[in-house]
Structure formats: structure tokens, C-alpha cells
């Protein structure tokens, strides 16, 4: 059996042994390889000092553990054999007959048990160029059969084939019996995000914050990031319940590509064939709410039709409203058709929704739409009525982003210096084995410094990625002063919309008397540019507090 220490006269020999399948790890193959490269181990005298092991794990993947830990042990000259049953579980494609030439480089005999060949020799380098071909040529043709068994399950109704499927939904079951379903636990953070987003105009980040810090994790990262967030948003699955399998990723910037399922051929079309439609059912999104999320994300409000119906949210203050005393914002509602055209629209408070506990509804009254609309209006005009303070403020601002994109250059340049002194130490390694122990450690440090790094980077990407948004938003706040600002008393609902968003107008409301809020505070918060502090709401209406209901 294994023997950590070895003895004299022996040479240090290791297994490698791997099944791609679950089934194969409940059987005997695993079982078999062990006791069989065991075997030849004690009739060649040959002391077993590790056996390494991935169990369920392609022969395709350069991504298993144990392989990769046996090939850093062989640059490490910790063993002279390795043992497999055969060539297949070394690896499929001839991709790994390069990897073998490197460990018989490295004066590493490899053998496989199975027929005895030693790749060592000139037999067995032909025989392992031939048994390459051969078992990538079996790989695909695998590939093609499993694939097309994969369409024609979902032909005959099946939902799911394999692969990621989009946020919001879930794979139940296993093998024949799988299908994929609403999963809650996402559909809760689509939710929030919806709400954050539409209803109250929150941006990308502040959502992604407020997600992290409530627990909700994205399915492969550690925290959210905005592109993550929106790419979830946006797949149109949450509005239709229907997706495409196989479908590459170039022809729908929303469908992440899934392994070679997507692969193309040089003309651009499926190399196995044509995507198919899959029915999940269970949308997470009506029409409207999907249209008004994308507004949202897009940055627009949604849009205004005169000669036809407001939506939820084509109101001009739709969740930019806000009581003193309730945490939720104010929605607007269409009443023209419930009123027959006596009253166009009202602001109602999201605190007042009969899917909320009773004990948790609040009492506020609702707003009279156009008179509270008028009267903000007239606020953003006065405010953006001082063009130089405004202008001088946005020039400040804009200057002051400048100094930043100089850090991400620098990490880049860190970046390609760390790598390719990494490359160096990797062919010395290859050149010199009596600098192993010296330059693997240093590879290890490199490949340390190297990961610390692509995270700064990928950190300060997304940071000037932000900063290229604001500096956007400022530099249209600007425009709009300089373009505009003459005509804003006489601009109409889907100019006047676009205004209030770039100046992230916030209202808060203290008292309503028949419609009419009694005290009223309006604020300007455009990411970059702090326009104002946010003020005791003032009593502008003349019934006095007191006599608010």
C-alpha cells in the first residue's frame, strides 16, 4: 500500500486516477484504478507515495484540483512515476499529450497501467499522439450524441437540458425527472431591486449595497456588483417565462453563453444545431412593470402618451414622493378612465397597499397629482434659475474626476510585469530542476500578487465605470442649464420627466388637507453634485398643520 517515505532502492511513483460521472463514483471505477496501479506498483517495485484523485470531474476541464496538484508535485520533483489505468483518465484531447511531454520533461516516467506503456519511449510517444487523436475524436462524438439527447427532451416538453438557467428561477430534481421552477429566494432580491428601482429611483449600487447588506449573494460571487444586478433585470424570461437553449451568446446580450451548448461555427451559425424555445412559465414580471423596469434602468422615465392612459409609473414624481413619517414612497395612479375624465391623476402612498398587514398600513391621504406636479416644477425652475452658481458647481465637479483613471493604468502595467516574470520563472523551471524549490515558491508568490491585482483591477474598473456614469448625468444637468434654461417654464411632460430625473428630484410631504400637502420640502440630489441640503419640509399651503387629516 502507500508509503509516505519510501525506501532507498525504490523510486517514488504517484496515482492519478479520475471518473467524469457521479454513477462512476458509486461503482468500481474508482475502486479499480486504485487497486490496479497498486498492483503494477509492488510487480516494479515502485513505492506509491500519493495517490491523487477527482472524482466526477471531466477529462476535458483543466479545472480539477488533484490534477493540478499532481502536476505542480512533478515541477516540484516530489516523484519520479505516475501511474494511470489509461491515457483517458489522464485527460481527453491533444491538448493533455503536451502536458505528458512536460512531465517526461521534467523527468517524470508516466505509465499507463493498463497495456503497460511507457510514454517514455519512442513506441510509446507514437502510441500517445494516436491515443490523443483518438480520444478527443470520441470526446466529440460523445458530445454530439448527449446533445442531441438534450434536444430531444426538451422537444418532447422538458424544461430543462443542462446548464445555468436564468435568475429567478431554479433546477428541481435530478437526471430524467429534472425541471426548472420559480426559485423564492431569488425572486425576493428581483423584487426588492424592482422596488428600489422603479418605485423609488434608487441607482444600481446603492440596490447592490443594500443587497449585500441584507444577506442576498449573487449565485458566483461574494457580493453584487450593478452589471450583475442589471444583466439579471433584463433577461426578458422575467417577463415572458420562455428561454432559448443553445442560443449564443452574441445573438442576445442577455443569454450568457453555456459551455460548447452555444459554440459557433466561421459563419457565425450553432454548431449543433438550431437554439431551441423552452416554456418555463411563472414570469416574474406583467408587461407594464417589465416596460417601467427597463425605463428605469435605461435611465428614462417612462413614457407619457397624451391621447392615451397614464401607467403606474409615467407620472412625473412617481417614487420621488415621501411622507415625514413613512419609509415608502408615493406612487402615481391614472384616474382619467375611472373618472370619465374629471380628474387626471393622484400620487398614492405605497404604505396604504392591502397586500401589507393591517398593522402595518399607514393612513396618509392621497395627493393631488397635477397641483403637487405644478408646484415642484415651479421649484426646479427657481432652482435651476442661478445658470453661473450652477454651471461653476458642474466645471468644479467635473474637473476634480479627472486625476482618476491614471490608478487603473498603473495596476494594467503591475499586472503584464507580474505575469510575465511569472512565464520566466515557469520556463526556468523547466530548464533548471535544481531551482526547483526555489522557483516554485516563487511562482506561488507571483500567483498571489497576481490575483490580488486582477481584484484591484476589477475594483477600479467598476469604480470608473461609475464615475463615467455620474460624470454622464452631470454633464446632461449641465446641458440642460445651458440648452434650456430659457424655455423650462413652457417644456412638456416628457422633457419636464427628463429633467426631474437628471436632477434626482426628491419631494417629502408633511400633512395632506383634501389633496393638498400642507408642508412641502423639494431637494435636487444628482449623483455628484450635492445641489442642496434636504430641508424641514415648509408650509407653502395656507391651511395651517394643524388642520392636515
Not at 506561488?444 to 490575483?451: N, R, S, T
Amino acid at each position: 500500500m502507500f508509503n509516505p517515505t519510501g525506501t532507498q532502492n525504490q523510486r517514488h511513483a504517484v496515482i492519478y486516477r479520475r471518473v467524469s460521472t457521479t454513477g462512476q463514483i458509486e461503482s468500481t471505477s474508482l475502486g479499480e484504478q486504485l487497486a490496479r496501479c497498486q498492483t503494477y506498483a509492488d510487480e516494479n517495485c515502485l513505492t506509491v507515495v500519493r495517490d491523487y484523485c477527482d472524482a466526477g470531474l471531466s477529462g476535458a476541464s483543466l479545472d480539477r484540483p488533484q490534477w493540478r496538484e499532481m502536476l505542480a508535485a512533478a515541477v516540484a520533483g516530489e516523484f519520479e512515476v505516475l501511474l494511470i489505468l489509461r491515457l483517458d483518465r489522464f485527460g481527453r484531447g491533444t491538448a493533455f499529450a503536451g502536458e505528458i511531454e512536460r512531465l517526461i520533461a521534467l523527468g517524470v516516467d508516466v505509465v499507463s497501467v493498463d497495456g503497460g506503456m511507457d510514454y517514455t519511449t519512442d513506441e510509446g510517444s507514437l502510441m500517445l499522439g494516436i491515443s490523443s487523436t483518438i480520444s478527443g475524436y470520441e470526446r466529440r462524438l460523445t458530445f454530439r450524441r448527449t446533445n442531441s439527447g438534450r434536444r430531444a427532451k426538451l422537444r418532447n416538453g422538458g424544461s430543462y437540458a443542462g446548464g445555468d438557467v436564468p435568475y429567478g428561477y431554479e433546477v428541481a430534481g435530478q437526471g430524467r425527472e429534472s425541471r426548472v421552477v420559480p426559485s423564492v429566494r431569488e425572486r425576493e432580491v428581483l423584487a426588492l431591486a424592482y422596488d428600489r428601482i422603479v418605485n423609488q429611483g434608487v441607482s444600481t449600487p446603492k440596490v447592490c449595497e443594500e443587497l449585500d447588506r441584507l444577506g442576498y449573494r449573487p449565485r458566483k460571487a461574494a457580493r453584487w456588483s450593478p452589471q450583475v444586478l442589471r444583466r439579471a433585470l433584463r433577461h426578458r424570461v422575467l417577463v415572458t417565462g420562455e428561454n432559448w437553449w443553445g442560443l449564443p451568446a452574441e445573438q442576445d446580450d442577455t443569454a450568457r453563453a453555456s459551455g460548447r451548448d452555444t459554440k459557433v461555427t466561421a459563419d457565425g451559425t450553432p454548431a449543433y444545431g438550431e437554439p431551441i424555445k423552452v416554456t418555463y412559465g411563472n414570469p416574474m414580471f406583467s408587461r407594464q412593470e417589465w416596460e417601467a423596469l427597463q425605463a428605469a434602468l435605461d435611465g428614462k422615465q417612462a413614457k407619457y402618451n397624451p391621447a392615451g392612459e397614464y401607467s403606474r409609473t409615467a407620472q412625473l414624481l412617481t417614487g420621488r414622493v415621501r411622507a415625514v413619517d413613512c419609509d415608502r414612497t408615493y406612487t402615481g395612479v391614472d384616474l382619467r378612465k375611472a373618472t370619465k375624465g374629471r380628474q387626471s391623476h393622484v400620487y398614492r402612498c405605497g404604505g396604504r397597499r392591502t397586500s401589507l398587514p393591517k398593522e402595518q398600513r399607514c393612513s396618509h391621504s392621497q395627493l393631488d397629482g397635477p397641483l403637487l406636479d405644478q408646484k415642484v416644477w415651479e421649484e426646479v425652475v427657481g432652482f435651476l434659475g442661478d445658470r453661473d452658481r450652477l454651471e461653476a458647481m458642474g466645471r468644479d465637479w467635473l474637473a476634480a474626476q479627472e486625476v482618476e483613471p491614471t490608478q487603473l493604468a498603473h495596476l494594467e502595467q503591475q499586472l503584464a510585469r507580474l505575469t510575465a516574470q511569472r512565464e520566466r520563472a515557469v520556463d526556468l523551471l523547466l530548464e533548471s530542476p535544481q531551482l526547483t524549490e526555489t522557483l516554485t515558491g516563487r511562482v506561488g508568490k507571483l500567483d498571489e500578487q497576481i490575483g490580488q491585482l486582477r481584484s484591484q483591477i476589477a475594483g477600479a474598473q467598476a469604480t470608473q465605470q461609475e464615475r463615467q456614469q455620474r460624470r454622464a448625468q452631470v454633464s446632461d444637468v449641465l446641458a440642460v442649464v445651458a440648452q434650456a434654461h430659457e424655455r423650462l417654464a413652457g417644456m412638456g411632460p416628457q422633457e419636464r420627466a427628463e429633467v426631474v430625473r437628471l436632477l434626482d428630484v426628491r419631494v417629502t410631504v408633511e400633512g395632506v388637507y383634501r389633496g393638498y400637502p400642507v408642508g412641502l420640502a423639494v431637494t435636487f440630489e444628482a449623483d455628484g453634485l450635492a445641489f442642496s441640503e434636504t430641508p424641514e419640509p415648509a408650509h407653502w399651503f395656507p391651511w395651517s398643520s394643524s388642520s392636515c387629516r
